[in-house]
């Protein structure tokens, strides 16, 4: 019964080579987020959607894309990975803007060879 | 830019022992979250806190939200192997329309 579901869990690509991950959700919430995460830091947001309005951080980097096609769905491209962006993204939704409780997947480890 | 700091960051102990791990901002919070995070997982919420001094327990970890809603303690007694991870605080404001993560602190509960 997984609510936010994360795949692939871990995932390779070489600098330079375009990755998509990809994240989906059970619980029809509104809001749906991507973070990174490097080595035990705090999760930094990248961007949210809140239904389809898209939200993007002012320090996210260009090379950061996101899609949502629909409600349960929410994808994450890397267009030009570099070394640098080797971390842990996770995804989580909440049901509106307030009290901001998250529900995080498990994540996907990328690592950029 | 609205700041969280929790202390300490790191924090080693054997089983049995107490800690209290904080959370501090100069900004005032809607609401506090707090979350524990296992390595190669995700942060699972543990609880929301929304009133200036509101207390919650959940088994063995008290939650305390500052009377000014700008900090907040996590209290844990008899510290459990099991509760070894990364915990999380986050503040909410509802103008900010996002919530604000803090750096962490890293919990190792030594059997």
């Known amino acids: 019964d997984a609510m936010v579901i994360q795949n692939p869990r871990y995932q390779v690509t070489q600098f330079g080579k375009p990755v998509t991950l990809s994240c989906s959700q059970t619980?029809?919430?509104?809001?749906m987020y991507w973070y990174q995460q490097k080595s035990s830091q705090a999760p930094k947001l990248l961007f949210h959607y809140y239904d389809k309005d898209f939200n993007n951080e002012a320090d996210t980097p260009d090379n950061f894309q996101s899609r949502r096609p629909n409600t349960s769905f929410c994808f994450l491209d890397i267009r030009s990975p570099g070394l640098g962006d080797a971390a842990m993204y996770l995804c989580?939704?909440?049901?509106?803007?307030?009290?901001?409780?998250?529900?995080f997947g498990p994540g996907t480890r990328l690592t950029v060879t | 830019t609205q700041l969280l700091e929790q202390s300490p960051q790191f924090l080693s102990i054997q089983e049995g022992e107490n800690l209290t791990v904080y959370c501090n901002s100069s900004s005032v919070f809607s609401s506090l979250q707090w979350y524990r995070q296992e390595p190669g997982e995700g942060p699972v919420l543990l609880v929301t806190v929304v009133t200036g001094g509101e207390v919650k327990k959940l088994k063995r970890l008290t939650f305390q939200f500052g009377d000014a809603r700008k900090d907040s303690s996590l209290h844990i007694t008899a510290a459990q192997p099991g509760d070894t991870g990364l915990y999380l605080c986050?503040?909410?404001?509802?103008?900010?329309?996002?919530?604000?993560f803090g750096d962490g602190t890293t919990l190792t509960v030594k059997p």
């Open positions: 989580a939704t909440s049901r509106g803007l307030s009290p901001y409780e998250q529900y």
């Open positions: 619980l029809n919430h509104n809001v």
């Open positions: 986050a503040g909410a404001n509802t103008n900010a329309g996002k919530s604000t």
